[in-house]
């Protein structure tokens, strides 16, 4: 038997991907995208199930939400059957979409047939509907919560919750509240370990940081300790044959009191089957302490580590400089009745995102999509700033843009008018919402352009919005180097990339 094992184990997982490749071929690419679905291939399920920390007597009670066909149960359960032989095994597995419970059904069953061949008990429970109503609101006659698990092994379906929905509703109820399928997925699996428990996972890698996240990180890391994340530098290497191109990671956390916070250990390579290479960084390099946005600072190498550490060394906060940053106020379909096409009489120029251009503002632009003006009277002043300096910033950027943060300057010379308005896809810079000195206003988007600050908020930030609260959270230069910069900048004159960054390392050193 001793000579058979790690051939029936691995038969297991490829019997279980052959299910999970008909499967995802067989999806309608509509429901993919209704309930987020994208199934973990073998070798990225087999590296999750290597991660789990395995008991050598006993019972471990496995549960696997969102489980598709099956490849997360297979690879962790043929990892038990190799090495731990002599644990019992109890899986629940929980599966909304009933097109996939055919092939989920055959893998538990494949599961306890092959636990047999090793002389193991392995017991299965399929929950056929929706993991966040049954975990939230029990099963059975009474509605019983489930028993706690020794393990949550999971591939969370991606999907914005919207603020209204039910699922929504019924895990801020259980637990947090949160914006996104996956968070929720994640936040009910800390709820239902035991502790000691482990929660292993492959997600989008945006929940590290944003506003959205917040009440959700502040909920996990309070609660769980982080043992090991894998960083992914390839997007289109982890889900090939679904095409996805979401930036991931891998992790392993462990439910316990956090009060005494151990190392973790932080991996990369460029797909799962890639040399790995990992080193260990102390818990504070990863979540400052005291910061009350409970950002998760993932550096994955020396180089991320060189870039925190200088981004570290910047002298100056926000509040430091006196400056704030606030979203733009308007909403353009909260405001229709006072939008116009082209600038008329009694309006305000509007500025959105498509108005931006090496490194200003070219207003109006005619014959655009988006209004150019907003009318100025009484319900829509206070949806506008004075004339003044001002920097615009970007809130979405594609991941084809060269940079991820595209700054401009609003020079109320280029555009003079009474009152300006930003509408809702940009942040915008202010001094107490007013304009700023010119010097610092044209030295800031220099700063905010450089190649450096694109380094750095393309390793941390795993998601293509910059929100305010990112810009907030960022260190910046000095009052006197930013006005340094800013005074090298010739008005009307964008700097190429090349002397943009050229500035910042003369001035920010």
Known sequence: MAMEAPALAMDLVLRTEARRQEASAALDSTQRGKLGQFFTPAPAADFIASLASLPETGTLRILDPG?????????????????????????????????????????????????????????????????????????????EPPEPFDVVIMNPPYKKLA?????????????????????????????????????????????????YFRPFRQYFLERMHLDRVHVFEARNKVFADTEVLQENVIFAATRMDTSERGPVVVSTSRSYSEEVRQRTVPYTEMVHPGDREFFIHISADEEDTELAASHANLPATLPALGLQVSTGRVVDFRAKEHLRPDPVD?????????????????????GAKKNNAIMLNEKTEKLTFPLGYYVVVKRLSSKEEKRRVVAAVFDPDQVPCERIGFENHVNVFHVDGAGLPAEVARGLCIWLNSTLLDRFIRRFNGHTQVNATDLRNLRYPSVEQLSAMGRSWEPGVWLEQEKIDELVRQSVK
């Open 163 to 211: 603020a209204s929905s039910r699922e929504r509703k019924l895990v801020s109820e259980a637990c947090t509240e949160t914006s996104n399928l996956y968070s929720a997925f994640m936040a009910l699996g800390v709820h239902l370990l035991n502790p000691g428990g482990q929660l292993l996972a492959i997600t989008p890698r945006s929940f590290a940081n944003g506003p």
């Open 346 to 366: 009694g309006a305000v120029p509007l500025i959105y995102p498509l108005h931006m251009h090496q490194g200003a503002i070219k207003w109006p632009v005619p």
């Open 67 to 143: 489980a598709g066909a099956g490849s997360l149960t297979a690879s962790l359960v043929a990892r038990l059957l190799e090495e731990r032989p002599g644990v019992k095994i109890s899986v629940t597995a929980c599966e909304v979409d009933p097109q996939l419970h055919p092939a989920l059904q055959a893998t538990l069953d494949d599961c306890v047939n092959t636990a047999n061949g090793f002389g193991v008990h392995l017991e299965v429970n399929l929950v056929r509907g929706d993991f966040i109503s049954w975990a939230t609101e029990g099963e059975g006659l009474f509605g």
